[in-house]
């Protein structure tokens, strides 16, 4: 992570140099979105860094959510430094259009980021795809339900990276081949809209989950299996499960018993089982 914050802040001075010798809006636009990038991934480093501390008798089960908050606030950091930042660009780019200079140095900043940018997508779609493989998941659902919102934001900004990248090099090349600055103008605010649907789809996930949002059933499903082949148990009445953390689960159970044996010995075996389950943090039983 580190060093994709130091590629990421190399990416971003050479945008802003590039946008200097330029004078290209879409350049500047993604000047912005490199920065917004940069300044996200040091949000998740903190977040990483503050999810790991142990329970307390404040936080007794654990910070794991202090990754969801940090990473709202990338969110927002992409709206405000990448989103309205490009469309303003943009605009300031309609209204006093300027010429493209150094076309050639433009085009080699965006072909290097391009190149950067295409690794750390490849990197984050793997590990992607590894956990959703894990879960025998599709792609499209573990990117709705992951419980660490950190590869999501990551794949999610390289995906926005590249499509911007792809973006202001046909615009940077159309305004120095037709003269018109609208290309650039236009480039730079797409880029901005693309970088708020992100903010949006990320502010919208971390929401959910600082919110306690109940987990997916294909979360859930193995859980009320393992309970169900207890034989004591009649029926279950209510089972709820929600996100305190990255793979932390807190799980609530409302149980019938067939009879009223030996109670706590099943429930304490009960709660021990499912423990064993990485994603389980903690187990409360209610008896009905």
């Known amino acids: 992570m580190i060093v994709a914050v130091a590629a990421n802040l190399a990416i971003a001075i050479a945008k802003i140099v590039a946008g200097l010798l330029t004078g290209s809006a879409s350049m500047w636009a993604e000047a912005a979105h490199s920065v917004a990038d940069t ?153 901005g809209l693309l970088l708020i649907v992100v903010a949006f789809l990320l502010a919208r996930r971390s929401k959910g989950l600082l919110l306690d949002e109940s987990a997916p059933e294909d979360v859930l499903d193995p859980i009320r299996e393992r309970v169900r082949d207890e034989e004591w148990v009649a029926t279950i009445k209510d089972l709820h499960g929600v996100w305190v953390g990255p793979s932390q689960l807190l799980v609530n159970l409302w149980l019938t018993p067939k009879d009223e044996v030996d109670l706590v010995g099943r429930v304490t075996r009960l709660r021990r089982a499912l423990l064993e389950d990485d994603n389980v943090t903690q187990v409360t039983v209610t008896l009905e």
Do not use: C
């Open 39 to 191: 300044g996200n991934e040091v949000l998740l480093l903190i977040g990483l860094k503050k999810s790991r501390k142990e329970p307390d008798a404040k936080h007794p089960f654990g910070y794991g959510q202090e990754r969801y908050f940090w990473t709202f606030l990338a969110a927002l950091g992409i709206f405000l430094v990448g989103g309205v930042l490009s469309i303003g660009e943009g605009i300031r780019s309609l209204l006093a259009p300027e010429p493209v200079e150094s076309l050639w140095v433009g085009v080699g900043v965006l072909l290097v980021a391009a190149v950067f940018e295409s690794y750390s997508w490849y990197t984050a779609h793997k590990q992607l795809r590894q956990e959703a493989r894990e879960r025998d998941r599709s792609m499209r659902h573990h990117l709705r339900h992951a419980s660490d919102p950190s590869a999501t934001t990551v794949f999610l900004e390289d995906t926005a990276a590249l499509i911007g990248l792809a973006v202001a090099l046909a615009a940077l090349v159309l305004h120095a081949t037709t003269g018109w600055a609208g290309w650039d103008a236009v480039g730079s605010m797409t880029i």
